[in-house]
């Protein structure tokens, strides 16, 4: 039988990618024109031409890598704390309904609570190296695993669970076969939201107490008004967010197609 649906175009396939290229272009086009009637003072504010050439020279010179290579250690160390003690957390919550109800009052509270303002207090107990960094990211990033493996185990289909038993199965066989891939959507969902969070906490460590890394290259570009540079870092954060983001969408789609468009 002849496959008589009609194939896609190029910018058809690739619409979101193009009409979210197209509305970054637009918004650094209105920038930069912006400039074209107002008045310029590089002590306040810089333009995208600028900025992009301070961005080659960062990335020429390797400072750029450099200070996101150190940035990149305790991010990593504390977001994968974040996904392992979340979701552990997050699955006994939800499974353990006692435990949910002691657990959910203390959760909310930290979650709802400015923890940022507590970045310094960190950095006195454990230092500025690796560590302080770490726990700052960890304890940003870890409440949405919390909360999104504690909902996608209250969501699990009981009846599932209860052909498990039915058939003999042990507490670990609901664990494996039943809880754990339920939940897997709602992990992937809550990492997105982990990503932003733990990138914040990057920088707000570094801000505070550090010596290297792109938090603090930040910061010292803005104490010499080097705003073009500042802004090259800002959007250098800015863009590993939306590539850590789209992985993640991506990793989520390739595991579960059937939930592309919901």
């Not at 979650?111 to 940022?116: E, T």
Request: net charge positive.
């Amino acid at each position: 039988m002849d496959d008589t649906a009609p194939h896609l175009g190029f910018a058809e396939r690739n619409r979101k990618l193009l009409l979210g290229g197209l509305s970054v272009a637009l918004f650094l086009a209105a920038w930069q024109a912006v400039f074209l009637f107002v008045p310029f003072d590089p002590l306040f504010i810089s333009k995208p031409n600028l900025i992009a050439a301070s961005l080659v020279d960062m990335i020429a010179s390797g400072d750029l890598f450099r200070d996101l290579a150190v940035s990149a250690v305790p991010f990593v160390y504390g977001f994968t704390a974040a996904v392992v003690v979340g979701v552990s957390v997050g699955i006994v919550m939800g499974w353990r309904v006692r435990v949910g109800y002691a657990l959910d009052p203390l959760m909310t509270v930290f979650y709802a609570s400015p923890l940022v303002a507590l970045a310094p207090l960190v950095i006195v107990f454990f230092g500025v190296g690796v560590a302080g960094k770490a726990i700052i990211i960890f304890v940003l990033a870890v409440f949405p695993f919390i909360f999104n493996a504690y909902a996608g185990v209250r969501a699990v289909d009981r009846l599932l669970i209860n052909v498990v038993r039915s058939l003999g199965g042990s507490e670990k066989d609901l664990y494996l076969k039943v809880i754990v891939p339920s939940v897997l959507p709602y992990i992937v969902a809550g990492a997105r939201i982990a990503v932003g969070r733990g990138l914040i906490g990057v920088l707000v460590g570094e801000f505070f107490a550090a010596s290297e890394g792109i938090g603090f290259a930040i910061a010292r570009f803005g104490d010499l008004f080097a705003l073009d540079k500042m802004f090259a870092c800002i959007l250098t954060i800015m863009v590993i967010a939306v590539v850590l983001t789209e992985g993640i969408r991506w990793a989520e789609r390739t595991a579960f197609p059937w939930r592309i468009g919901q």
